[in-house]
């Protein structure tokens, strides 16, 4: 069975500096996707990048970018440029594309605080 | 544009009752999904269907049912609710997805059950 593991219950961050979370997951699946989802106090999903398993090159999305490294099983997620409204918990979510099933499985999470 | 729609947001019930918190979206999804989020956890596959009259269990279905009965509703059923079950339950629904093709997953904002 699949697992995602995020290790950071909590990080905080500097306005303007940059902030790295961690995500490393399980699997002897060869095909699948890996996202990060950002949830504000709002409850709200919202989707911040995705990465592709066959693909090599690392996932950006303007100020957000990941590391991504395939036989480590490891996806950080780097946030460049903090601003307070990304203060939020962060979600590393891997989705099974081998079963057919498409089923996600998240990690616990991360806090994010972003200090003035 | 209403996307993925949950009702009710909020329902206090008491141990033993049942309810069925209702789930509809209106992008001919053919994959929908139910999850729960437990306080400062990631969320948890309940159930999942990949169409019509499809149904599948996740992660943590006991205590649980669900039907899809048409594209766009699937139905969460508690039958004896039990505090173990207080949690925010979210609702998601996707298009088919492809192998190199991605297709977002749409989450509904989710209602929070409280069981006393």
């Known amino acids: 069975a699949q697992t995602v593991t995020q290790s950071q219950p909590e990080m905080s961050v500097q306005e303007a500096e940059t902030v790295t979370l961690s995500c490393t997951y399980d699997t002897s699946e060869s095909d699948y996707y890996l996202f990060w989802y950002k949830q504000p106090p709002s409850r709200q999903m919202i989707l911040v990048i995705r990465q592709e398993a066959y693909k090599q090159q690392n996932a950006t999305e303007n100020r957000f970018s990941v590391n991504f490294q395939k036989a480590a099983k490891s996806f950080s997620l780097k946030i460049s440029d903090s601003q307070l409204g990304d203060a939020a918990m962060y979600f590393c979510?891997?989705?099974?594309?081998?079963?057919?099933?498409?089923?996600?499985?998240f990690g616990t999470g991360t806090r994010l605080k972003v200090l003035a | 544009n209403a996307g993925v729609t949950q009702t009710p947001k909020f329902r206090i019930l008491k141990i033993g009752q049942s309810m069925t918190l209702q789930c509809t979206q209106d992008?001919?999804?053919?994959?929908m999904y139910w999850y729960r989020q437990d306080p400062g956890m990631g969320l948890k596959l309940i159930y999942y269907?990949?169409?019509?009259?499809?149904?599948d269990k996740g992660e943590v279905p006991n205590g649980y049912n669900v039907s899809r009965s048409t594209t766009e509703d699937f139905p969460l059923r508690l039958e004896l609710a039990a505090p173990s079950q207080t949690s925010v339950y979210f609702c998601a629904s996707s298009s088919r997805p492809g192998r190199q093709v991605y297709q977002p997953q749409h989450f509904g904002d989710g209602t929070r059950l409280s069981i006393l």
């Open positions: 269907s990949v169409g019509a009259g499809i149904t």
């Open positions: 992008m001919n999804h053919n994959y």
């Open positions: 979510a891997y989705r099974s594309e081998d079963s057919g099933t498409y089923k996600y499985i």
